[in-house]
């Protein structure tokens, strides 16, 4: 069973922002520009164009299987939901109902195009 761990442990497998498996938008309170609902929506979609698109990132996910897992970035108690979650959702390891729930009426629109990218 693949594990998210909140206290780093001997053995981990470091999924943080440093790691092809990081996220890479910023939440606000950390000097970025997102809410915690917003930088995980923008991870899953982009983690999930990655994992289609790209090959050996889909085979180095497949590799996380198993794994007990650690982002320095997730270890507060009180979250609920962090991008390892979609990872672990991924792998087969939670219902995605976890990160649909938490994401629930969130709409991403393209500035550009102004068209609807998600919606969920």
């Known amino acids: 069973m693949t594990e998210l761990l909140k206290d780093k442990e001997i053995g981990m497998r470091k999924i943080g922002r440093s790691t ?3 996220n890479q938008w910023v939440l606000k309170e950390h000097g970025g520009e ?3 609902r917003e930088s995980i929506g923008k991870y899953r979609e982009w983690f999930y164009n990655k994992i289609e698109n790209d090959e050996q990132f889909r085979q180095d996910v497949d590799k996380l299987k198993g794994e007990k897992l650690y982002c320095p970035g997730c270890d507060d108690p009180d979250i609920e939901c962090c991008h390892g979650h979609v990872i672990l959702e991924y792998l087969g390891e939670i219902d995605d109902s976890c ?3 938490y994401l629930q009426g969130m ?3 393209d500035a550009t195009t102004e068209k609807t ?3 969920y």
């Open 20 to 22: 092809q498996f990081g």
């Open 99 to 101: 990160i649909d729930n």
């Open 107 to 109: 709409v991403w629109i």
């Open 117 to 119: 990218i998600f919606d």
């Open 34 to 36: 997102y809410t915690r």
